[in-house]
């Protein structure tokens, strides 16, 4: 695999292409056209996201690029100081398109941050349960149970009532809430793979039980570990996006795309729909787009449907 | 069998347990009360006298047995905002919840089984797809963005709707309830269909896999070939048979419907508890966010116990398996 004379002999555009289990997997997903525009899509909105800076117009937060006068303008309005903001202006006068943007960048990086803390946790706790079983497993997969019998918002709303607002504590509240999915499907996958014969061989060797749980064990376990991690990225990006709505969420000097929404919210009513919608709608496609790409994640990988 | 009923009651009382210490620890030790709870021009004399009087002075287990007692007694504190008992408070509020719930799940039927029908029987059709389409998108909107366009489009554009609050009321039972009224039901019409669009795609879909599933089977083969009229067929033979996965799966949802009304009261301004909670957590009205976070942490755990003794009752496999 290290080998760099493989990888070049494998690239060369003389000999055939050699079928890999990459490159089967990458011809299976661009079966479904609307999996590859989801894709598409997402890559455009997470590039949007993480050059923001460069992009954007004005800089949303920087307050002396803010104008007052600026408030409230519908979208196509001239500025004061010249150029157009595309899509309107919020009450502080601040350019829609970059404070979406910013906002944009919030909500990726907490959904994803926190998806993957939680896969990390989550899937520790799955490989213990399933390797060591009986007590171990007992204790977490009650805990599991436990997680999960609670609706997602309640978990969250606990959290944050105790903890108060902030990044940080969303974030742990995320974790919180996801971490169940990971344990049961990684455990799930890992009870079967422990019976298998080359977890008997390496334990044969005599290896520790660490470097067989990450190393022989956790690989195999990874297909449905990442469908799992597609969509709960996409309700961390969702449930956060309602915490922050809610008030309950990222602080008022870091808005994410909840915030902006509830921002709008009160000038809605009176027909200036630009402050709200325009999040909203970048909102709706980043998780729409992202629940493509792992609905067609789930039928690649999952070997009950292979062909 | 008995046994372990005792043995699932006992757990579910410790879980209640440790739902109490965490949520006393956390709105307790996380932030001094006595900032919030004495003003600060009060001297010292002043202030540990009040410090006593409320107890804080006492080791944390100490204080932690009064809040226990006094939550056994059903006394949860009086909330610094409103000046009333936290738990009357919350249950002054909640008819307004369970109305908007109840109706979310009713709605959720009404809208859920007709549509999961004609997916199933029609799956290729064009409207079928659609609506398969269309609980995708139910099960992952955020629900308050969906509220924020039903208000937008239904209050705003068209008019047609209230955007906002309960209406006009009408008392039964000395309670206070919305569904009595023209007025009210058009108040809730929009809440509860917002709080009950992800159900509505949760029963359509087990709907419509329950007529894919039931559609080939011999019993209705044969009631065809009895000649029974198409429409008796799926309605008696099919729908029966359906009913009770869908029935069940709703009555769980019930307790998440619950709690998720939180998101739809915040929209539309309905003043249940969810709005409540949130409108104290904003203030930090802690015996507020205390007694509504054990009522519905306890309602939880009750709603889990009496659906676990259920199932074992009903079941055999399931009674097996935990003897195992």
Same mark, same amino acid.
């Given at each position: 695999m290290t080998d760099p004379s493989h990888a070049v002999a494998a690239d060369a555009p003389v000999l055939p292409k050699e079928e890999t289990p990459f490159r089967r997997f990458v011809s299976e997903f661009a079966e479904s056209k609307l999996a590859l525009v989801g894709l598409a899509v997402f890559s455009v909105i997470a590039l949007l996201a993480i050059f923001a800076s460069w992009i954007t117009p004005q800089n949303p937060y920087d307050l002396a690029q803010l104008d007052i006068m600026d408030?409230?303008?519908?979208?196509?309005?001239?500025?004061?100081?010249?150029?157009?903001?595309?899509?309107?202006?919020?009450?502080?006068?601040?350019?829609?398109?970059?404070?979406?943007?910013?906002?944009?960048?919030?909500?990726?990086?907490?959904?994803?941050?926190?998806?993957?803390?939680?896969? $990390? $946790?989550?899937?520790?706790?799955?490989?213990?349960?399933?390797?060591?079983?009986?007590?171990?497993?007992?204790?977490?997969?009650?805990?599991?149970?436990?997680?999960?019998?609670?609706?997602?918002?309640?978990?969250?709303?606990?959290?944050?009532?105790?903890?108060?607002?902030?990044?940080?504590?969303?974030?742990?509240?995320?974790?919180?809430?996801?971490?169940?999915?990971?344990?049961?499907?990684?455990?799930?996958?890992?009870?079967?793979?422990?019976?298998?014969?080359?977890?008997?061989?390496?334990?044969?060797?005599?290896?520790?039980?660490?470097?067989?749980?990450?190393?022989?064990?956790?690989?195999?376990?990874?297909?449905?570990?990442?469908?799992?991690?597609?969509?709960?990225?996409?309700?961390?990006?969702?449930?956060?996006?309602?915490?922050?709505?809610?008030?309950?969420?990222?602080?008022?000097?870091?808005?994410s795309l909840g915030l902006l929404i509830a921002n709008g919210y009160q000038y809605m009513l009176s027909g200036k729909y630009w402050i709200s919608f325009y999040p909203g709608l970048a909102l709706l496609v980043t998780i729409v787009s992202i629940n493509l790409v792992g609905d067609q994640l789930r039928d690649v990988l999952n070997p009950r449907l292979k062909k | 069998m008995f046994t372990w009923m005792v043995r699932r009651l006992f757990q579910a009382c410790f879980v209640v347990l440790a739902m109490t210490v965490i949520v006393f620890v956390g709105v307790h030790v996380i932030g001094n009360p006595v900032d919030i709870l004495i003003s600060p021009e009060a001297d010292q004399a002043e202030r540990a006298r009040i410090i006593a009087n409320l107890g804080l002075d006492q080791p944390l287990w100490r204080q932690y047995l009064y809040f226990l007692n006094d939550a056994v007694h059903g006394n949860l504190g009086r909330s610094f905002v409103f000046n009333e008992p936290a738990l009357k408070l919350i249950g002054g509020r909640m008819p307004a919840t369970l109305e908007l719930a109840v109706t979310a799940v009713l709605f959720s039927i009404c809208f859920g089984v007709p549509l999961g029908l004609y997916a199933g029987l029609k799956p290729d059709s064009f409207f079928g797809r659609t609506v398969m389409a269309g609980s995708i998108l139910g099960f992952s909107l955020p629900s308050f963005w969906v509220g924020l366009m039903l208000i937008m489009v239904f209050a705003v554009q068209l008019g047609w709707l209230p955007s906002t609050g309960r209406g006009q009321t009408e008392v039964l039972f000395g309670i206070h309830w919305s569904f009595l009224t023209w007025d009210g039901l058009r108040h809730m019409f929009m809440p509860a269909l917002n709080l009950s669009l992800f159900n509505i795609s949760l029963v359509l879909r087990l709907t419509r896999a329950g007529v894919r599933e039931t559609l080939p089977m011999d019993y209705i083969k044969f009631a065809r070939a009895k000649g029974l009229s198409p429409a008796r067929v799926i309605f008696v033979h099919v729908l029966k048979n359906i009913m009770i996965p869908v029935v069940t799966v709703v009555g769980l949802e019930l307790g998440s419907t619950i709690a998720f009304a939180v998101v739809t009261e915040s929209v539309f301004a309905w003043p249940g508890m969810g709005k409540l909670i949130i409108d104290s957590i904003n203030v930090l009205d802690r015996p507020v966010i205390v007694a509504y976070l054990m009522m519905i942490v306890l309602l939880f755990i009750t709603i889990n116990l009496v659906v676990d003794i259920l199932y074992t009752v009903l079941d055999p496999r399931v009674r097996l398996e935990t003897k195992a």
């Open positions: 408030g409230r303008l519908p979208p196509g309005s001239k500025s004061l100081s010249g150029y157009t903001f595309i899509l309107g202006t919020d009450d502080q006068g601040r350019d829609m398109f970059s404070g979406m943007l910013f906002g944009l960048r919030i909500s990726l990086s907490v959904g994803v941050g926190s998806a993957l803390f939680a896969a $990390v $946790v989550g899937t520790t706790l799955g490989l213990l349960a399933a390797f060591f079983g009986r007590r171990v497993d007992t204790v977490i997969m009650r805990l599991v149970d436990l997680q999960l019998s609670f609706p997602s918002i309640l978990v969250a709303l606990m959290i944050l009532a105790v903890l108060g607002k902030g990044v940080m504590n969303v974030m742990l509240a995320l974790v919180m809430v996801e971490w169940a999915y990971y344990a049961r499907t990684v455990r799930a996958t890992a009870m079967v793979e422990r019976r298998r014969e080359y977890i008997e061989a390496a334990q044969c060797l005599a290896l520790p039980w660490r470097r067989i749980m990450f190393r022989h064990l956790l690989p195999n376990c990874l297909p449905p570990l990442i469908v799992v991690a597609t969509q709960q990225v996409a309700r961390a990006i969702a449930l956060e996006a309602t915490l922050s709505f809610l008030g309950l969420g990222v602080p008022i000097t870091e808005p | -």
